[in-house]
Nanobody, 118 residues
Framework: VQLQASGGGLVQAGGSLRLSCAASGSRFSIHVMGWYRQAPGKQRELVAAISSGGSTNYAGSVKGRFTVSRDNAKNTVYLQMNSLKPEDTAVYYC?????????????WGQGTQVTVSS
């Protein structure tokens, strides 16, 4: 399974970016897709996730500013980021949880850099 993320970049504080991540190569349904981020010197943290049924989960720091959505037919997850802050600067990774015959598997994208200037 491959996850291809796109949409990162440099934006000023208060601006917006939209990340996309397309999954390919899975023979099984993708249960949860989501976004994590890792800033320099910090641990990777969950940003937002969405189940195949549309249930969402957000980190407290992004609630009200970020919106996660997905297109199940395209196995694609999106992250609309509004009102960006310098502290949102990080490498953003997409993630997919898939239940395979051998059990749950986690897959990760290559990461896309988001830089928010003050």
């Amino acid at each position: 399974v491959q996850l291809q993320a796109s949409g990162g970049g440099l934006v000023q504080a208060g601006g917006s970016l939209r990340l996309s991540c397309a999954a390919s190569g899975s023979r099984f349904s993708i249960h949860v897709m989501g976004w994590y981020r890792q800033a320099p010197g910090k641990q990777r943290e969950l940003v937002a996730a969405i189940s195949s049924g549309g249930s969402t989960n957000y980190a407290g720091s992004v609630k009200g500013r970020f919106t996660v959505s997905r297109d199940n037919a395209k196995n694609t997850v999106y992250l609309q980021m509004n009102s960006l802050k310098p502290e949102d600067t990080a490498v953003y990774y997409c993630n997919a949880d898939i239940y395979e015959p051998t059990g749950w598997r986690d897959y990760w994208g290559q990461g896309t850099q988001v830089t928010v200037s003050s």
